[in-house]
């Protein structure tokens, strides 16, 4: 049985609400998700997601969903779910890193981070 008709039954039996998937507590709190990348360059599978000081980038790497986080205001970046100060990163994780500064460019709302991602990423790569 698909999940909408498991969710439809539990409302006809008067059971309680379904609880928000994690994309609907986003817009409910007033963040935004949508594709990223414009024309040709954009991915079908991959989403940028804002909300307030944060945005994440959702993609697929390697056949598996990656994502990265970028939290402005503590200045932190995480990869997969792991602060990349401590990581050890391969060539690809970096390379996935930098893709994230032209996703950033390319989307209206993710300019404003643009900046500071590229600042925060550069010296925590330069810690390394």
């Known amino acids: 049985m698909e ?3 498991k969710r439809k039954m539990h409302y006809e039996e008067g059971a309680d609400q379904h609880k ?3 994309s609907e507590l986003l817009r409910m709190m007033g963040g935004k998700s949508r594709h990223a990348g414009k024309g040709a360059k954009r991915s079908a599978d991959s989403v940028i997601a ?3 000081n944060r945005v994440t980038y959702t ?5 598996e969903v990656a994502s990265i986080h970028y939290d402005r205001r503590r200045h932190e970046i995480f990869f997969r779910g792991h602060n990349i100060r401590n ?3 391969s060539d690809k994780q970096k390379g996935a890193l930098e893709a994230m500064k032209r996703v950033l460019a390319a989307d209206e709302q993710g300019r404003a981070f643009l900046q500071s991602y590229s600042a925060t990423l550069g ?3 330069a810690d390394k």
């Not at 993609?59 to 056949?63: A, E, P, S, T």
């Open 3 to 5: 999940r909408r008709d």
């Open 20 to 22: 928000p998937s994690s």
């Open 50 to 52: 804002v909300y307030r």
């Open 59 to 63: 993609f697929i790497m390697d056949g």
């Open 87 to 89: 990581m050890e990163l």
């Open 123 to 125: 010296r925590l790569l």
